[in-house]
């Protein structure tokens, strides 16, 4: 299993959003389990931090038996 976690977060949160959604919300398959977009990226754009949120990938591989 690899654990990453990725050097950016300072950026807008149009960003992210956009990453998991598509810039129209498009995205075949892509969904939100909770929340609303407009609100998360309102909540990341209006954080006073320099790294405003933190993303990451979990990666593995089922073994074989």
């Not at 950016?8 to 498009?26: H, I, M």
């Not at 990226?41 to 006073?48: E, F, G, K, V």
Request: net charge neutral; hydrophobic share 30%; glycine share 10%.
């Amino acid at each position: 299993m690899i654990v990453k976690f990725h050097a950016r977060g300072a950026d807008r949160g149009s960003g992210p959003v956009d990453y998991v959604l598509g810039k129209e919300c498009d995205c075949d398959g892509a969904t939100l389990d909770r929340g609303d977009p407009d609100e998360i990226q309102a909540l990341i754009d209006s954080s006073p931090y320099a790294k405003k949120y933190t993303s990451g990938v979990l990666s593995y591989k089922k073994s074989i038996k």
